[in-house]
């Protein structure tokens, strides 16, 4: 059967729609072939989704086996399974609502054959027992120390923003103990230069050495809202780049980000990606 849920037809087979779209939840376009769910006031899926898969796919093209450390709902997963449509990837998320959005975003989508949703901590080397080593790692870590601030009052953004089971020394530890020879690791994080002083002292001490560093602007003349990290176990030079997605305040997406867009399939997303004018 064909189940409508606002503007969008899902085919469902034989399952009832009210079994995979709750309640307090949306269904909304992702690109122009995949399709998520996410709460409607939680966690939503914006451009630093885009932007973490987009450079994690550059980073290693070829990527057989991705971890995705902290999935959530699984939209990093879900880009980086079309963009690399040989790859097969595990997910860790260990909020439980996130991870049932994950299971079902991948029957949704027809991608659980490639994609595995993990509930567990990523912490925990156990949660990976007897894996083989990945060739590619990606995650955004949370990056609000707990005490730091006031935590929100939605699970699913507290979790997101909150170091509330680690932070980015966890993400590196995690990445560090299964990533394969000459793989990648590659995480995103705020802009503020305070955080990306912790996110390179984090590599270094899980033996990862930052080889492309990439700081995001909302527009030319702004600080960056983001800084994507791309590193591995081989030491070498480190590289900087910027990219701006937009060319004014207010104005239109940048040609560069829109080749981002381009890229991952989302250029007919209108809306989706949310740029702060930090």
């Not at 699913?156 to 590196?172: D, I, P, S, T």
């Not at 995480?187 to 002292?201: A, C, F, K, P, Q």
């Not at 003349?221 to 590289?239: A, L, Q």
Request: with cysteine; proline share 8%; glycine share 10%.
């Amino acid at each position: 059967m064909s189940a409508p849920v606002g503007r969008v037809h899902v085919k469902l087979g034989a399952m009832e729609p009210e079994t995979l779209i709750g309640a307090d939840e949306t269904l909304d376009r992702l690109t122009s072939r995949l399709r998520v769910l996410q709460k409607r006031r939680g966690h939503r899926a914006t451009s630093d989704d885009t932007l973490l898969a987009w450079a994690a796919a550059r980073a290693r093209p070829d990527a057989a086996r991705i971890l995705d450390l902290g999935s959530g709902k699984g939209t990093v997963a879900m880009l980086l399974l079309q963009r690399l449509p040989l790859c097969r990837l595990i997910g860790v998320e260990a909020l439980e609502s996130n991870h049932s959005l994950a299971m079902r975003n991948a029957l949704l989508n027809r991608l659980s054959d490639r994609w595995e949703p993990r509930l567990g901590d990523l912490r925990d080397p156990s949660i990976l027992a007897g894996e083989p080593l990945f060739d590619l790692v990606t995650g955004a870590p949370p990056f609000v120390p707990v005490g730091s601030g006031v935590p929100p009052r939605d699970p699913q953004r507290a979790a997101g923003r909150m170091e509330l089971r680690g932070g980015v020394r966890e993400y590196a530890e995690a990445a560090a103990r299964v990533i394969a020879p000459g793989g990648r690791v590659v995480l995103l994080m705020d802009g503020l230069e305070r955080s990306s002083l912790r996110v390179t002292r984090a590599l270094s001490e899980a033996g990862l050495h930052p080889r492309t560093i990439t700081s995001v602007h909302p527009f030319p003349g702004k600080k960056p809202v983001y800084r994507i990290f791309e590193s591995s176990t081989d030491p070498g030079p480190t590289t900087s780049a910027t990219l701006c997605m937009r060319l004014h305040s207010g104005g239109g997406f940048s040609p560069e980000y829109e080749a981002v867009r381009l890229d991952m399939d989302c250029t007919d997303v209108p809306g989706r990606a949310r740029v702060p004018d930090r």
